[in-house]
């Protein structure tokens, strides 16, 4: 997708897809690379739900295919922080 993509904002997903024998390291990199640049107040699971029926079907069996599915079920189901931030009361 184009730059001032909302979803895609430095276009690293898209392009993930177009590296030719691409791995799943390579992947998980770009991944948290994506998600560090997303725009402050977007919801992760909804951009993950719109970029996997964006990618995904061309591309079911891609690396990144995967990886985004994995970081959909994270997404969707939060763990419970460690440390002081689990133990934190308002």
Aim: proline share 8%; aromatic share 4%; charged share 30%.
């Amino acid at each position: 997708m184009a730059r001032g993509d909302t979803l895609d904002p430095k276009g690293l997903i898209a392009e993930a897809y177009r590296i030719e024998g691409i791995g799943e390291g390579e992947c998980r990199s770009i991944f948290l690379d994506w998600a560090l640049s997303l725009p402050e107040g977007q919801e992760v699971a909804a951009a993950l739900e719109a970029l996997l029926a964006r990618h995904a079907p061309p591309a079911p069996d891609h690396p990144m295919t995967g990886v985004l599915r994995a970081g959909l079920d994270r997404a969707e189901s939060p763990r419970r922080r460690g440390g002081w931030r689990g133990r934190k009361r308002d």
